[in-house]
T-cell receptor, first 112, second 114 residues
């Protein structure tokens, strides 16, 4: 069974500083997704990472994928309040293109 | 507007009373899936469908049924709900016919089983 581990699970950020969220997974995969969930809301897609070495950036967020290390990172640059949310990574195993396994989520709070 | 809709949004029911949560998408997507979200566990996949009449189990299918008779609809059926099925449920869809792709999520259905 594919296991997806995110850390930290909770992250208190200070505005203006940089932080990283890690997503480790236990089986071979070359497809990984990052989603954001605001409190009481649904999930929205942030990044689609489809190959080893993939790097995507949007505003203050940058995601990367290292399939050899089975690791993805979500880097936050100069945190601002509106980045407060829960971030999930989700992995598709090579053994089954139709299954998707999520990490437990990282709840981010940005304080002044 | 492209969207995934779910109904009802909130539901309180009693143990054993059959219920159906509907899911519909207007984007002509091939792939649809159901997830449940529980605190500390993230989202777990219940069932998915690659196309009309083609469905398969996710990681937590026990106690649930699905059907995909039309491309746009993918209802989730709880034949005999139990309290451990109290959760927040999300339906999602994606375009690709060759596996999971970037997913579009519905607004969620909060189910309480007493």
């Amino acid at each position: 069974e594919l296991k997806v581990e995110q850390n930290p699970l909770f992250l208190s950020m200070q505005e203006g500083k940089n932080y990283t969220i890690y997503c480790n997974y236990s089986t071979t995969s070359d497809r990984l997704y990052w989603y954001r969930q605001d409190p009481g809301k649904s999930l929205e897609s942030l990044f689609v990472l489809l190959s080893n070495g993939a790097v995507k950036q949007e505003g203050r967020l940058m995601a990367s994928l290292d399939t050899k290390a089975r690791l993805s990172t979500l880097h936050i640059t100069a945190a601002v309040h509106d980045l407060s949310a829960t971030y999930f990574c989700a992995v598709v195993p090579l053994s089954n293109d139709y299954k998707l396994s999520f990490g437990a989520g990282t709840t981010v709070t940005v304080r002044a | 507007e492209a969207q995934v809709t779910q109904n009802p949004r909130y539901l309180i029911t009693v143990t054993g009373k059959k219920l159906t949560v509907t899911c519909s998408q207007n984007m002509n997507h091939e792939y649809m899936s159901w997830y449940r979200q529980d605190p500390g566990l993230g989202l777990r996949q219940i069932y998915y469908s690659m196309n009309v009449e083609v469905t398969d189990k996710g990681d937590v299918p026990e106690g649930y049924k699905v059907s995909r008779k039309e491309k746009r609809n993918f209802p989730l059926i709880l034949e005999s709900p139990s309290p451990n099925q109290t959760s927040l449920y999300f339906c999602a869809s994606s375009f690709s016919r060759t596996g999971v792709d970037e997913q579009y999520f519905g607004p969620g259905t909060r189910l309480t089983v007493t």
